[in-house]
Structure formats: structure tokens, C-alpha cells
């Protein structure tokens, strides 16, 4: 009876540690993604005015 309490309370805990660190791993690469989606977005906004403004 013990045994089984105990690998279920172990379970749990395994599975609270493995999604924590799938959470980290993913606020991370959102963190990440929103930078360079950012970067690109101005990159391509002051690019595309420069082209703009040449062609006219």
C-alpha cells in the first residue's frame, strides 16, 4: 500500500519537474522569438521605405 502512495506521489512530482521545465524552455523561446520577430519587422519596415522612397 505504501509502495503504491509513494510511487504515485513520485509520479507526480517527476511530471510537475518535467513540465516546469518544458515551461522554462518555452517562455524562453518566446521571449526569443518575440526579439527577432520584432527585429525583423523593423528591419523590413525600414527597408521597404527606403526602397520607397528611392523608387519615386
Known sequence: MWLKV???V???WL???VL???FKFLT???VIGAVV???AAAYT???GRNRRAIGR
Open 28 to 30: 524562453w523561446a518566446l
Open 15 to 17: 511530471a510537475f519537474t
Open 45 to 47: 519596415a525600414v527597408k
Open 10 to 12: 513520485l509520479l507526480v
Open 6 to 8: 509513494l510511487g504515485g
Open 20 to 22: 516546469g521545465a518544458l
Open 37 to 39: 520577430f520584432v527585429g
